[in-house]
């Protein structure tokens, strides 16, 4: 097991490039189910869970084939007169949730698939209720047993699916199984993350006809076949603005190469109110850190409003400006699992329910820090990088899921920072 170390004091300057993003990648992965063919992807970001998603494409079947040197995937179908295996592994999806994205493909094309309930995770219970009501409302049957959900249908068929919320993946799994269903499929109450968008666009390359992706009400007409395509991933706006933080943490002058703000506006927004100066280059976004950050009030909300998964990466910045921020998680019932860690590297941060409470104006000591969850993993790293001394991460394999050699990456723009092996 690894560790990151890591000095803080570094004022960070220079260029970051921003790798293909996580959470468009995993559903394009599973998209690639669809089609008659191989399909190749570009900018695939190397990761763990991509690696995960990678392995669970060929243990249905299909070929997952990375280029040695370069980011690219090639995907392509069970060969010859190999049959397609219809069910993911309670081993694998133990270990990524997002594995459940194989679902909706393998119904719409196969008729049937097999997938080992995700259990709760680190952050919160994550049921995939939403997920089997879109499945059920299109016709399929779907059973519970021995902690595997199974879900069958002749050929699924259009309907009209109104989420209790906004769920990110279920409305992927809904759009992907609605692109081969009979008829039109209406999705009302759609998540509209960028990631969805883009899901939406390679599925149209590949033939499909959705309308409407990025807003609350996504429109489908089935069709009987998918073709492969060529595409690259957009960035990832949340490693983006995972760094733009350590920029603004660290009075820094970073270009993210590759960012794409219509993506960030949220994030961009708050990084302003902190007082970062952020500007639209040609190369990708900006992000000068002020003298001094100012308090800030966030509460996490369903795309356009601010990603929760860039709350953990706030709250250090708020350990550190003059006087007091809010900060309200309203996406995830467990995401403040940093809270402890922060607090034992000096941060003053109460939490009640769902909210957190940060007293500013803290100087932060280094630390042995425990790694959680992805996104708390990152935002004890960002704390290593102001606190005085030197700070140790442990557990880091939950950071390598989301982050692409993210020690390195920092360390380009002067952060003091490595990883060991864990003792
Ligand atoms: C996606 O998770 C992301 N993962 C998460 O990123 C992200 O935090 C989350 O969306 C919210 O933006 C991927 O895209 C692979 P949801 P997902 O379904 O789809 C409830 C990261 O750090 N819900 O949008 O699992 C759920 O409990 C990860 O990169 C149901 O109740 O999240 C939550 O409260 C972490 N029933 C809310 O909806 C359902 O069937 C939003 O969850 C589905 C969801």
Not at 118 to 125: E, L, R, S, T
Not at 244 to 269: K, N, P, S
Not at 291 to 315: N, R, S, V, W
Request: aromatic share 4%; proline share 5%.
């Amino acid at each position: 097991m690894d560790k990151i170390v890591v000095e803080g004091g570094a004022r960070l300057s220079g260029k970051i490039p921003v790798s293909g993003a996580k959470n468009a990648a995993l559903p394009l992965l599973a998209a690639a189910l669809l089609p008659s063919g191989t399909s190749t992807y570009r900018n695939v970001p190397k990761l763990a869970d991509v690696l995960t998603m990678t392995k669970l494409l060929r243990m249905l079947g299909w070929s997952a084939d990375a280029e040695a040197k370069g980011d690219s995937l090639v995907i392509g179908p069970p060969s010859g007169k190999k049959k397609p295996k219809l069910e993911a592994p309670y081993d694998l999806v133990r270990t990524m949730r997002a594995s459940v994205l194989v679902l909706g493909p393998l119904v719409a094309r196969y008729g049937r698939a097999r997938v080992s309930m995700p259990g709760g995770c680190n952050i919160g219970a994550r049921p995939i209720d939403q997920h089997l009501k879109g499945l059920e409302a299109m016709g399929a049957k779907v059973t519970l047993d021995h902690g595997y959900v199974e879900v069958e249908a002749k050929r699924l068929k259009g309907a009209t699916i109104v989420f209790d919320m906004p769920t990110v993946t279920g409305c992927e799994n809904i759009l992907m199984a609605a692109t081969l269903a009979k008829g039109r499929t209406v999705m009302e109450n759609a998540a509209r993350e960028p990631e969805i968008e883009e899901l939406a666009l390679v599925l149209n390359k590949m033939g499909a006809k959705i309308q409407g992706a990025g807003t609350p009400i996504i429109t489908i007409e089935g069709v009987d076949e998918l073709h492969p395509i060529e595409h690259a991933i957009i960035p990832d706006r949340i490693e983006a603005g995972t760094f733009a933080c350590a920029a603004a943490m660290t009075h820094g002058d970073v270009l993210l190469e590759g960012a794409r703000a219509e993506h960030m506006e949220a994030i961009i927004a708050k990084l302003r109110a902190m007082g970062a100066i952020v500007a639209v280059e040609a190369g990708g976004l900006r992000v000068k850190g002020p003298a001094e950050l100012a308090p800030i009030d966030i509460t996490t909300q369903p795309h356009p409003g601010f990603p929760t998964d860039m709350q953990a990466q706030f709250m250090v910045m708020a350990c550190l400006a003059k006087g007091q921020s809010v900060i309200k998680e309203m996406i995830f019932e467990n995401r403040f699992q940093h809270v402890p860690e922060l607090n034992r590297m000096g941060a003053d941060i109460q939490t009640t329910g769902r909210a957190a409470v940060i007293r500013g104006g803290m100087k932060l000591t280094g630390a042995s820090v425990m790694a959680t969850d992805l996104r708390a993993s990152a935002s004890l790293v960002l704390a290593g990088m102001v606190a005085q001394g030197k700070t140790e991460v442990l557990r880091v394999y939950h950071l390598d899921r989301g982050y692409e050699a993210i020690e390195k990456k920092l360390r380009g723009v002067g952060a003091k920072i490595k990883r060991a092996k864990q003792t």
